[in-house]
């Protein structure tokens, strides 16, 4: 199951309120802002700061 491109385009990083980008590699939502990296579950986007990933500068999708 693949997330639905209209939600991605409504929900917010819930740290800094900013836009979030798909990384289908990962099956992530990235906020480049904090450079965290929110997992997706079952197409269901896990918008928690404890389960968000740390992303280093060189991990950041282009």
């Given at each position: 199951m693949a997330i639905d491109a209209k939600l991605v385009e409504i929900?917010?990083?819930p740290v800094c309120?900013?836009?979030l980008q798909l990384d289908r590699t990962h099956n992530e939502l990235?906020?480049?802002f904090d450079r965290l990296a929110y997992p997706i579950t079952e197409s269901i986007p896990v918008?928690?700061?404890n389960r968000a990933r740390k992303l280093d500068l060189d991990e950041l999708p282009a």
């Open positions: 929900i917010a990083c309120k900013g836009k990235v906020c480049r918008l928690l700061e």
